[in-house]
């Protein structure tokens, strides 16, 4: 099993709708986990962390279920400045190394008018 | 705000040709990265440097080397390179906390390898 793995995509969604991300991860023992954004051919970005309890930032909501080791991220009300590709990123926390985040290959959303 | 700065932007190698990509932070940042980034492939770690005088292999170090210069700067070198190294790299730091996860990444350098 991948240590990250996510839908590839594309996902083709029209203006308005909502549309959700999931992610798996591999190491049970992650502690830290977030959502980048990656516009083509730019530098990723980090658009959210995502904490146990769940987390919203505007029309941004992320989930983290601990025990099946998935993360999700719904956008709601999508608009066209949502099109980028959606990089799942985890900390495996292994001992304590400080240097390796995971990141997955992205999932690439689309919004058409 | 520069934020972090990667030169060059783009390269066009030989095979067996060197060169070094230049990455400075102006964010008083402890920690610095080197990724590459491959179709199908996503962000791959090469080496980080989690405070300044340390450098520490990644998931891909093979071919690379690095220098922590100073706090602010880390190179990456390409000694002997090859088409397999053709990609677009990431310069990134961080403050690092155990969870913070927050990367500030440069513009990216692409590279092509003949």
């Known amino acids: 099993r991948k240590e990250v793995e996510q839908d590839p995509g594309p996902f083709n969604v029209p203006e308005g709708a909502t549309v959700a991300f999931n992610c798996t991860y591999s190491?049970?023992?992650?502690?830290?986990f977030f959502w980048y954004r990656q516009d083509c051919r730019k530098e990723p970005k980090l658009l959210m962390s995502?904490?146990?309890s769940g987390n919203e930032d505007g029309r941004f909501t992320a989930q983290l279920n601990r025990a099946s080791q998935y993360i999700s991220l719904l956008i709601r009300d999508s608009k066209l400045s949502d099109s980028a590709t959606y990089l799942c990123v985890v900390n495996p926390n292994y001992g304590g190394s400080q240097g390796n985040l995971i990141f997955g290959k992205g999932t690439k959303l689309s919004v058409k008018p | 705000n520069a934020g972090v700065t990667q030169t060059p932007k783009f390269q066009v190698l030989k095979t067996g040709q060197s060169m070094t990509l230049q990455c400075a932070q102006d964010m008083n940042h402890n920690s610095m990265y080197w990724y590459r980034q491959d179709p199908g492939m996503g962000l791959r770690l090469i080496y980080y440097s989690a405070s300044e005088g340390t450098t520490d292999k990644g998931e891909v170090p093979n071919g690379y080397n690095v220098s922590r210069l100073n706090k602010r700067e880390f190179s990456l070198r390409l000694e002997s390179a090859a088409p397999s190294q053709t990609s677009v790299y990431f310069c990134?730091?961080?403050?690092?906390?155990?969870?913070?996860?927050?990367?500030?990444f440069g513009e990216g350098s692409r590279l092509t390898v003949l």
């Open positions: 190491n049970s023992a992650s502690q830290s």
């Open positions: 995502v904490y146990s």
């Open positions: 990134a730091s961080s403050m690092w906390t155990a969870n913070t996860g927050e990367l500030f």
